[in-house]
DNA sequence: CGTTCGGTTGATTAGAATCAACTAATGTGG
DNA sequence: CCACATTAGTTGATTCTAATCAACCGAACG
């Protein structure tokens, strides 16, 4: 297999780009769309595992996670990140890496901010994004702090399979999800076993598989029951529209 | 003790408010503070343990705190509100109630709105809050997943003296912190006496004691080493400025 | 002056980490 | 294309951390 077989190109135009629907960009209406050129500082594409150093970017196609070590040197992932999503890497402790070979469109944090500075529109999908975030990581930190292993990996399933849902990725029935058992099991604060446990127990019920890169729900009422889901829309207090979560 | 003893009244006027340095609206000079008045949209003084149903605020005297409950019964506290604060209760499942007698100043969602389209730097301090929560339920998240007990303690009692610091309370060597050891405890995912156990220890080891009302940090060092502190500063991608955290 | 709430302590149990193999894929170079 | 190496996933045994259960104490309060 070629070196360079997943990697998935950004088109040249913002025009024609599939993700903007979800990304922050999509307040901007195609007529105007010409005006954001100026933000794209440029496009990478990296292969799974790369570290991302990039500034501020847009994902395009794969998947990245954040990460931060623990003193001891264990790893604890913060958030995953999926096409469409707005990433920052700030310069704190926290990482970010490529969980897939993935490709993300640059931007200029300066020229984003000069432009969020005219256009309020924008300004608010940023802020929308912000708000998501926080009440993800709510959320999880609910899945950590009073969840059993079995919740928390349901819950997480949930919320992945929701979120890909809403960007048009899968179907009710399942969806894509390159996870490795450790990626979970860093996000959910359980070990690799312990998650790997978690797993063959949703599996041996008929709940839900996750396997090779492919995310199965066998039984939706079941997984949710698992994960305590409050089903929750989580809408953003500046946030009237209702798009990708 | 009448009934009134610590409800603090909010000042009439934005100018003379002594939060706002670190709050909001610190970007406003003060000479265009007039301006915000109709942002305003009153004032509240609430007890201990009442919930609050007002939708956005800025916490002008006391703490308060946000909630979930899990489908078991239990409760996750998901963030303590302080003095400066902007705090938004949103309809989905998650609660705020008062933890001390408290007072704030509710604002109009819709006018902050508008106010913030034709004033980016307000926008930008809206969003610097934002990402500060963020950074905020990262850390924490981290504490819930990788480390035990006592380093969850120790990492949440130095986020807390950190923030008042930088708020002007408290000293280096110990400050104001009303929280009841149930509040810690659901905080961080532990059951009240394990969160006691903690304490405890750290109180035997004399690295620190939270006793009515006030915490003591009587050995700085062993209580980051507890805590695995990274000591970062937690500045958003956005935010030039380094005012309250 | 009894009640309640917050805090403390001990005994027991349960859930998850750790340690230790081992198997199944995936991938690589010869 | 195969042999070997590496990574990902699986399983069992053991240890440990924290939850649960059960009292009990002390201070504040009404």
Redesign the interface.
């Known amino acids: 297999m070629s070196r360079n077989a997943n990697l998935t190109p950004l088109p040249g135009s913002c025009a024609a780009c599939t993700v903007r629907p979800f990304a922050l960009f999509r307040v901007i209406p195609q007529a105007r769309v010409g005006e954001i050129a100026r933000i794209r500082s440029g496009v990478r594409l990296v292969r799974a595992g790369d570290a991302i150093m990039d500034?501020?970017f847009t994902m395009y196609a794969g998947w990245a996670f954040?990460w931060?070590a623990?003193?001891?040197g264990?790893?604890?992932v913060?958030?995953f990140h999926l096409p469409g999503d707005l990433v920052?890497r700030?310069?704190?402790?926290?990482e970010v890496e490529a969980l897939t070979d993935a490709s993300f469109c640059i931007l200029s944090?300066e020229r984003l901010?000069a432009f969020?500075?005219?256009d309020?529109g924008l300004?608010?999908s940023?802020?929308e994004g912000?708000?998501r975030?926080?009440?993800r990581?709510?959320e999880?930190?609910?899945s950590?702090?009073?969840?059993d292993a079995a919740g928390r990996v349901a819950h997480l399933l949930l919320e992945l399979h929701g979120r890909l849902l809403r960007r048009g990725g899968g179907d009710p029935r399942g969806a894509a999800v390159p996870l490795k058992q450790a990626h979970l099991a860093?996000?959910?604060?359980l070990s690799v076993e312990h998650a790997n446990r978690a797993l063959a127990a949703l599996r041996k019920d008929g709940v839900a598989t996750l396997h090779k890169g492919r995310l199965e729900i066998l039984n939706r009422k079941a997984l949710e029951e698992l994960a305590?889901w409050?089903g929750?829309?989580?809408?953003?207090?500046?946030a009237p529209t209702t798009l990708a979560g």
Do not use: I, S
């Open positions: 500034g501020v954040t931060t623990t003193n001891d264990r790893r604890q913060l958030d920052e700030t310069e704190d402790a926290a944090k901010c969020m500075g005219h309020p300004a608010l940023y802020v912000l708000t975030d926080r009440a990581m709510r999880r930190l609910t950590l702090g009073r969840r860093d996000a959910l604060g305590g409050g929750g829309t989580q809408g953003g207090m500046l």
